[in-house]
């Protein structure tokens, strides 16, 4: 067998791609793909999404708490790299991929149009993990495209699933 300890958590995925965003105090709004999450707790419903603490993301996070899981379709491939290769600081991420926000039911930070399901969180605690800050959030509002999400199910091939790296899969 291989030993395969730098990339251990490959073996971890697949795991599906979403939009995070986030929002600081002073209202900046921002937006980077990420794939480290995971249920955490089904009552109360509970999340846990982890986050390099170098990332602006994660700055935003520390303000104000809150942030938002948007699963995009098929299709948006390219919002996906924009969004996973550049930093908010430095570029204003909507504008360039561009992505349109609207309004979230119970948090501040924006929820993008055209995703197909939407998570909106607020942390209760951080733990410090390393390289990473994992935000373990309530889930406040959750909704998602009928379309898409049948019986309890993704339907297949409607949702990118990231291998590692630069791979994306659909199943
Ligand atoms: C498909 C994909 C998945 C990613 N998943 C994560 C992740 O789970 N956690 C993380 O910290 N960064 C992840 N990244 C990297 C960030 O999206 C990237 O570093 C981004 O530029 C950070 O943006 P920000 O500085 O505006 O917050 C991922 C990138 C891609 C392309």
Redesign the pocket.
């Known amino acids: 067998m291989k030993n395969l300890s730098e990339n251990f958590y490959r073996l971890l995925h697949p795991k599906i ?1 979403f939009l995070l965003t986030s929002v600081g105090k002073d209202g900046r709004i ?1 937006v ?5 999450a995971t249920p955490a707790s089904e009552e109360p419903p509970k999340i846990i999404v ?3 603490k170098e ?3 994660t700055e935003l996070i520390l303000e104000t708490g809150e942030f938002a899981i948007n699963i995009p379709p098929k299709g948006m491939e390219k919002a ?2 924009i ?7 430095k570029t204003n ?1 909507f504008k360039e991929a561009q992505l349109k926000i609207f309004k979230a039911e119970k948090i501040s930070a924006p929820l993008v149009e055209g995703c197909i399901g939407f998570l909106e969180c607020k942390v209760v605690s951080t733990i410090d993990a390393g390289e ?1 800050y994992a935000f373990l959030a309530d889930v406040l509002n959750c909704k998602v495209e009928e379309k898409y999400f049948v019986k309890n199910l993704w339907k297949s091939d409607s949702v990118p699933m ?1 291998l590692g790296g630069k791979k ?1 899969v659909y199943f």
């Open positions: 791609v921002n980077m793909s990420c794939a480290w982890c986050v390099s990332h602006y993301t996906i790299w969004c996973g290769s550049k930093s908010g600081r991420k990473c990231h994306i």
